[in-house]
Structure formats: C-alpha cells, structure tokens
Antibody, heavy 118, light 105 residues
Framework: EVQLVESGGGLVQPGGSLRLSCVAS????????MHWVRQAPGKGLEYVSA????????YYADSVKGRFIISRDTSSNTLSLQMGGLTPEDMAIYYC???????????WGQGTLVTVSS | VLTQSPATLSLSPGERATLSCRAS??????LAWYQQKPGQPPRLLIY???NRAIGIPARFSGSGSRTDFTLTINGLEPDDFAIYFC?????????FGQGTKLEIK
C-alpha cells in the first residue's frame, strides 16, 4: 500500500525557517518524481516545488524560488522541503504528492500544517 | 489560468452534476480532476481529460479539449458531495482551478 506521511509543520514567526519531511512507503521511491503542493486554509491548491525521480532536477514556483529547497534521500525514502524567509502568505497545509506513471498526482499524503504568525 | 464554474453547485442525490473548467489558453488534453473532502487530501478522479483513475466508479466521466473541459457525475451518491478541482500539466508550472463545491440541496 502506497503511503506518504508528512511531518515538520508547526508555528513559526515571520522570517523564520522550517523543514518539512515526507516519508514514502509501499513503492520504489527512486522511480517516481515527487512534488510539494500547498493549500491555504479554505483555499485552492498551489504547486510549490518538484524533484525528479533521480533528484537531479528541481523546480520551484516563483512564489518560493530562492527561499525553499526541495531534496530527497533514497536511503530513507524521504522527501524534504527546507523553507526559509517564511511569510503569512506561506501559511498552508503542505502536501507531498507522487507523480504516477501517467504523469499525474496519484497519491497524496495527509498534509502538515504550517502557520506563520508572530 | 484555470477557471471553474459554478463556484457552488447544489443538487440532490440521484441527479447529474456537470462541472466546468475553462483554461485561459489551450492545455490540449492535459487536464485532470480531483475530489477533496474536508480534512482529506485530494484524490485523483480523471486524468488526461477523460481517463478514470484506478478505482473510480463509472458514474464519473470527463470530456473536453483545449480550453473547455467538463466533469460529469451521473446519479449522485451521498459520498460525492465534496469539492472538485481541475488541474493542468500542459504548461509549467502545473496549476489548479479554484474549485467547485458540490453540496447537497
């Protein structure tokens, strides 16, 4: 059974940093590209960042470029998102999502909430 | 930009739901639909306009091309009342519509 379990969310002050993790199981992690997608409370979905199956290529939404870093560790089947320079606009539930064989988000984690407030 | 309409759709169980997603420029057939219930992540329903994802009932169908897409749900069941998002992957970055809330009338 495919599982994606996020952690690392919490309350952080504006300008602060946070590291999110997503542990994958039930599939060969190194075979799939992975994304982070966020959802502000009561709002729609927004792509944040992506990393290729082999970790060699990374992509970022303009809104987070230069502040967030995506990475993956095949030895621990973990996807990470290092977030810095956080603002209230970054406050959201952050989901990790797998890009399936058809190229779409076929599995999602339950999400981890990031709150940015002083 | 993906624009979904209506923002809210009020229907009764057993009725047919028709949800629209319009793209500001052609996305060819590179469009998917997701269902999201409160407190849950989205679930993939339809990909590449009309292909049902694994385990999705046949009452869900997708159609359209280029800029105009439709998700149709025949014979609404109580479990279908949720928020539905469309998403394109034809152009980077991937983008989502703002969602249509399907509520019980």
């Amino acid at each position: 059974e495919v599982q994606l379990v996020e952690s690392g969310g919490g309350l952080v002050q504006p300008g602060g940093s946070l590291r999110l993790s997503c542990v994958a199981s039930g599939f060969i992690f190194s075979d799939f590209s992975m994304h982070w997608v966020r959802q502000a409370p009561g709002k729609g979905l927004e792509y944040v960042s992506a990393i290729a199956f082999n970790g060699k290529d990374t992509y970022y939404a303009d809104s987070v470029k230069g502040r967030f870093i995506i990475s993956r560790d095949t030895s621990s089947n973990t996807l990470s998102l290092q977030m810095g320079g956080l603002t209230p606009e970054d406050m959201a539930i952050y989901y990790c999502a797998r890009i399936g064989t058809h190229g779409w988000y076929d599995f999602w984690g339950q999400g981890t909430l990031v709150t940015v407030s002083s | 930009v993906l624009t979904q309409s209506p923002a809210t759709l009020s229907l009764s169980p057993g009725e047919r739901a028709t949800l629209s997603c319009r793209a500001s420029q052609s996305v060819r057939n590179q469009l998917a639909w997701y269902q999201q219930k409160p407190g849950q992540p989205p679930r993939l329903l339809i990909y590449e306009t009309s292909n049902r994802a694994i385990g999705i009932p046949a009452r869900f169908s997708g159609s359209g091309s280029r800029t105009d897409f439709t998700l149709t749900i025949n014979g609404l069941e109580p479990d279908d009342f949720a928020i539905y998002f469309c998403q394109q992957r034809d152009k980077w970055p991937y983008t989502f519509g703002q969602g249509t809330k399907l509520e019980i009338k």
